[in-house]
């Protein structure tokens, strides 16, 4: 089991970096897959990243491609989402999720889940 906390959301303008976080105080934190979702008001959940617990698979959605980058720093039990060139379509609830299985995971059925952070870019 592991208890997922997003951080770093908050208003940014068009054009501006964030850094979202997704920490675990469980050291098996290391052994899970995670994704990156968000959700826009009246718009249903979607995956924007996913890196596998290897580190080994990626996943990026078409809309944040050669944007975001997803990545882990173990030592820290911590998975981060670097979102650069943020653009108003950017806005959403930002979630983590961890599952076991990658595929699981990317699928959007993981089973763990933070509380999300919000993301606001301004245009």
């Known amino acids: 089991q592991v208890h997922l906390e997003e951080s770093g959301g908050g208003l940014v303008q068009a054009g501006g970096s964030q850094r979202l976080s997704c920490a675990a105080p469980e050291r098996t934190f290391s052994s899970y897959s995670v994704g990156w979702f968000r959700q826009a008001p009246g718009s249903g959940r979607e995956l924007i990243a996913a890196?596998?617990?290897?580190?080994?698979?990626?996943y990026y959605a078409d809309s944040v491609k050669g944007r975001f980058t997803i990545s882990r720093d173990n030592a820290q039990n911590t998975v981060y989402l670097q979102m650069n060139n943020l653009k108003p379509e950017d806005t959403a609830v930002y979630y983590c999720?961890?599952?076991?299985?990658?595929?699981?995971?990317?699928?959007?059925?993981?089973?763990?889940w933070g509380s999300g952070t919000q993301v606001t870019v301004s245009s």
């Open positions: 890196l596998s617990w290897t580190g080994t698979s990626t």
């Open positions: 999720a961890a599952d076991r299985s990658y595929p699981t995971a990317v699928a959007g059925n993981a089973r763990y």
